[in-house]
Structure formats: structure tokens, C-alpha cells
């Protein structure tokens, strides 16, 4: 079952956290930024309010939540009700599929990533998002997470789970970024995006369909 509840109960609270946090929030679009490949159809896998879809200049967009899907169109995103783990889409659909804080609320990662891989053509990217869940803000979620609405139902990843889920998937050719360096409420202004992964917070690794 898709975990939708606390997004369609708090969709106004999930939004305006990009407000109230912007120096994390543009932090983290910069990292997706600096590992975004060139691509011509591009979809977010759990496309949210369409917070990152919109600025990073991606069209398409899948969610469960109709109350997100309604503020991502509100922003221009043609999205579309679905899951993950069975992407409403043909073979070969896409060039590029992000998600970005998307995989700690999947029901089944591996399956999802299967499915990513299936609606990607030959050699499309695929580029996640997500806290590593052995960072300093990773493990800050895991201790407070009864005390989130939303992370209380999330499941947490390393970065090394989230490799070696892509190989199984059929995907290789790896690269990383990384940003937040410090603890959230202490972030003022946007932090650096360096390459590779260990020190920040928040990585995005970019894999290519074998």
C-alpha cells in the first residue's frame, strides 16, 4: 500500500518546508544539478508538489498522492496517478527518471528500481536523490522519527544499499554528489556540492541502464 496518508493529510506542511528550509532545499537541487545528465523526456518518480521537477526543468510526473499531483500540475507538471512498483508507462518511455527523497516510502525498492529500468531506454540515467541514512542528518531522522509525520513511515538507506540495489536492477556506470555538511538548523546558506559520497548528508547518485 502506497504511504500516502501523511502527504494527504499535510500537503500545505510538506510544501512550505522548501520555504521555511530554502538554503537546504537549493543545497539539494545544486547537487541534483551538478549530476544531472543531458537528456530529452525526463519523468520524477514521486513527483511530490513538483518542488525539484519544475526547476530542474522535468515534464512528467508520477505520484499516489492526488493531493501532491494537484499542486505539481498547479506548477506546470504533467503528472499522473501511480506507484512505483508499476509505472503506468511503456517500455523505453524515458530518457532520464529522478527521484529525489522518494525511495525511503517505497513498499518494495528493488521492484521499483526494476521498473525504472524497464521505462528507461537504452542507456538512460537514472538519478536519485535521497539522506544517506548513516549521515549526521540520517541519524537524526532515525532517532526523532515517531516525532514526524512523515518520516515515521519511512525506511532509511546507505549509500551502499542503494549500489547495490541499482546493480541488481541492471544499472552501473555510478557517480555521486553530495551537500549538507552540518546539522539543518544550522544551515543559513546554501551548502557546497562536492563529488563523491561519506561527508554530506544528502547524496545523489547517478546510474546508467546497462
Known amino acids: 500500500m502506497p504511504r500516502i496518508g501523511p502527504f494527504e493529510k499535510y500537503t500545505s506542511r510538506y510544501d512550505y518546508w522548501f520555504e521555511e528550509n530554502r538554503p537546504v532545499y537549493e543545497s539539494e537541487l545544486e547537487a541534483l544539478r551538478a549530476n544531472m ?11 511530490g508538489s513538483g518542488r525539484f521537477a519544475v526547476p530542474l526543468g522535468i515534464s512528467f510526473g508520477v505520484d499516489p498522492s492526488p493531493m501532491m499531483m494537484n499542486v505539481a500540475r498547479r506548477r506546470g507538471v504533467q503528472a499522473v ?27 518494495d525498492a528493488r521492484s521499483a528500481f526494476m521498473e525504472v529500468n524497464r521505462i528507461l531506454k ?5 538519478v536519485i536523490g535521497f539522506i544517506d541514512k548513516n549521515s549526521l542528518v540520517g541519524r537524526v531522522y532515525q ?4 516525532q514526524s509525520v512523515f518520516y ?4 532509511f538507506y546507505s549509500v551502499e544499499e542503494i549500489v547495490s540495489l541499482l546493480e541488481y536492477s541492471g544499472f552501473d556506470n555510478v557517480s555521486f554528489t553530495q551537500t549538507i555538511f552540518k546539522s539543518m538548523k544550522d544551515i543559513e546558506k546554501p551548502e557546497p556540492v562536492i563529488p563523491g559520497h561519506g561527508k554530506g ?5 547517478r546510474a546508467l541502464k546497462r
Do not use: Q
Request: proline share 5%; aromatic share 14%; charged share 20%.
Open 152 to 155: 515515521k513511515l519511512a525506511t
Open 143 to 146: 532517532e526523532k522519527r515517531t
Open 201 to 205: 548528508s544528502f547524496v545523489v547518485v
Open 81 to 107: 496517478y501511480g506507484v512505483a512498483e508499476k509505472l503506468p508507462f511503456a517500455d523505453s518511455s524515458f530518457d532520464l527518471a529522478l527521484m529525489v527523497t522518494t525511495i525511503c516510502f517505497l513498499d
Open 122 to 126: 537504452n542507456s538512460g540515467y537514472f
Open 37 to 47: 545528465p543531458p537528456y530529452a523526456k525526463g519523468i520524477e518518480i514521486g513527483v
